[in-house]
Structure formats: C-alpha cells, structure tokens
C-alpha cells in the first residue's frame, strides 16, 4: 500500500466518522446531564430526511440544514417531555423516538417527492462543496506533508471541520465554564444542584437541546454532504455505533474524537477492501462491512461494566418538597 493510498482511506475515514462524532458528542451532553439517549439513531434519520428535503425543494444547503436541526430538535423536545417534564423511562422514550423516525421519514418522502421514501438526487446549491485551504494546491507537489495537507487536511467540506472544532469547544465548555461543571454536576447528584438553586429541569432540557442540534447537523451532513439526498434508513445504525463509541470514550470528548476515528477507519477500509486475501484465505465482503457492527458489540460487551456513567444517569429527578 503506497502513500497515496493511505492518505485516500485516511480521507474517508475523516468524512465517514464525522456523522458519527457529531452524534457521539451529541450523546456526551444528554447523558453528561443524567438523561440516557437511544434516540440519537432516530434524531439523526429525522434530520437528514428534512435537510434533503428541503435543500431539494428550496436548491440551498443552508435552507436544508436549517430543516434538519429543527427536525432533530422536535425530536429532542418530544424526549425532554416524555423523560424530564412525564419522568417516563428514558430508554423506553429513545426507542419510540426511533421507530417514530423510522417510518414517519420513509411517509413524508414518499408525498413530497413520490420516489419510493427518498429525495431527489442533490445539486451543487443543494450540497455541501469541498474548502481548500490556503496553499493546497502549491504545496501538493510535496512528499508527504504537502500532501497530507492537500488531501487529508484541505478539500473537506465546511461541515467536516465544524465537527472537528466542535471536540476542544466541548472540552472547554464541560471542563472550563460554569455551564459545564453544572451540567455535569446535575448528571452526578441532581440534588444538589437544585439545594444550589439552579434549575435540575431547565438544564438538561439545556442538554436536550444541544443534543438535538448536534444530531440535526449530523442528519444534515449525512444528506447533503456525504452523500447526495435522502434514502430509507440511511442513518445504518450510526447512532448506535456513536453510543457505543461514547462508551468506549467514557464520555470524554477527546477520547470520543479517537473512538469515532477508530469506526470511520473500519468503515473506510470496508468500503475501499471489499474482500482481502491472507494468504490464500479470503475474507468475504459481508464480515468486512459488518466490521463496525461487530466491533460495536464487542465495546458494548467488554467496556459497558468498566466505563463508569453519570450516577444519576436515566434516573428521573423528583424535586424533594
């Protein structure tokens, strides 16, 4: 395998993770804040069938992503009222949210568009296009870093390096603001944060929120910058890999961003090796795909026990009177 051929899978290995590290972050602040979230998968399935949607009907991205957090955010309020405001179970709650996503996409695709539940195949207006970065193109000629640069680093589209940027902001804002330690403060004891003073309600509602409008970015990516519009189910378990990948993080966001990595590599060898010989044994098609869903199993089998969670993590609060 030469240099260029890495830096190829390195490529897609940085666009496939970034839907799941959004969602993974995303994952990060409900459950920082004590609410559990299985509905990541169907938040980000909502997401992307509306930024397709609209980025179709109206021929601007933003316009598509716009739709697409809004959606994901109705889907975070439906889980808010039902976990926080009703105390209902929460897993239960991310559950409906799913199989609502699931089949409420595939209904409103197929009246808008009569496509058998997709979208219209995406334009340029519609899409996402690459960013080169300064000196990209003088500095490709060059082995290895002028490379790296022009074809790991530069070409990504705006939302790819927006994920990215968001890892240290969510270091800073959980580690190094009065936001965060309460965030994780109500996560750990909620009690206390409400003899504080502070409202145990309003902020993980807070979490909800920021939970769905990263899961609407991810959604919206999915559609209109990874790929070029709305397909059934086309998520493919990306929110429960991200689950998993918060649990082998142990809900740390640096750890996240490697974790991720780690799927979108597996993903990005799968897509690329569609079956590899070892010495005369040849591994088929079908286990290279399934390469992430079986590491995804293995995590959640052998970290679920060691990866410790926010105590107060799926337990609905009942303000003492």
Not at 123 to 144: A, K, M
Not at 222 to 243: E, H, N, S
């Amino acid at each position: 395998m030469d240099f260029v051929t890495i830096l190829q899978v390195l490529d897609s290995t940085v666009r496939l993770a970034i839907p799941l590290l959004l969602a993974c972050l995303a994952g990060l602040y409900s459950e920082r804040a004590g609410i559990f979230d299985i509905g990541l998968e169907g938040k980000m399935l909502a997401a992307a069938m509306a930024a397709g949607a609209f980025a179709a009907l109206s021929g601007n991205v933003w316009v598509g992503l716009l739709a697409g957090v809004g959606a994901s955010l109705v889907m975070s309020a439906l889980h808010g009222l039902a976990s926080i405001t009703f105390r209902g179970n929460q897993l239960i709650s991310g559950v409906a949210i799913n199989m609502l996503a699931a089949g409420i996409t595939v209904l409103i695709a197929q009246d808008l568009f009569r496509q058998g539940g997709r979208t219209p195949s995406l334009s340029n207006g519609g899409r996402w296009d690459p960013i080169s970065l300064p000196f990209s193109e003088s500095l490709s000629g060059i082995p290895f870093f002028g490379q790296t640069y022009s074809e790991l680093i530069s070409g990504h589209s705006l939302l790819v390096y927006v994920a990215i940027a968001f890892v240290p902001l969510t270091w800073w804002i959980l580690y190094r603001t009065r936001f965060g330690l309460r965030l994780r403060a109500v996560g750990e004891n909620p009690a206390s944060v409400d003899t504080a003073g502070i409202s145990v309600i309003r902020l993980r509602y807070t979490a909800v929120m920021i939970c769905g409008v990263l899961c609407g970015v991810a959604g919206a990516y999915l559609a209109t910058g990874l790929q070029a519009g709305f397909i059934k189910d086309m998520t493919a378990g990306r929110g429960f890999i991200a689950l998993a990948a918060l649990i082998f993080a142990k809900w740390r966001p640096w750890y996240a961003l490697w974790a991720c990595l780690l799927f979108g590599l597996l993903q990005a060898v799968a897509i690329r090796y569609q079956s590899i010989d070892l010495g005369g044994i040849t591994i088929p098609v079908q286990f290279m795909e399934a390469l992430p869903y079986i590491l995804t199993v293995v995590i959640l089998a052998g970290f679920v026990g060691r990866a410790i969670p926010p105590k107060a993590g799926g337990e609905p609060y009942v303000k003492e009177r």
